[in-house]
């Protein structure tokens, strides 16, 4: 099942060789842990650079969005099995 969302979510990132990973993120009150960056991408809005995560865990996709400005992390994808 594929959702799109604007669901604001608490990310714990690593720094790691100049690059920001994802490693769990929290929604509706439960935790996901990150097993695999799939992509990551930036794209412009307006003078703003927003960065884009693909993300996954064991059984779900996730697309999250950061704003570097504000730090603001939203989940704004979601596809599931079944």
């Not at 695999?36 to 703003?48: F, I, M, P, Q």
Request: no cysteine; aromatic share 14%; glycine share 2%.
């Amino acid at each position: 099942m594929h959702q799109m969302l604007h669901d604001p979510v608490d990310v714990i990132v690593s720094f790691t060789d100049n690059r920001v990973l994802p490693r769990r993120l929290r929604w509706n009150n439960r935790d996901y842990p990150i097993e695999r960056v799939n992509l990551v991408h930036s794209a412009r809005e307006g003078t703003k650079r927003i960065f884009y995560f693909s993300v996954s865990d064991a059984a779900n996709y996730f697309k999250l969005r950061l704003d570097p400005e504000y730090l603001e992390w939203h989940l704004v994808e979601l596809y599931t099995e079944g």
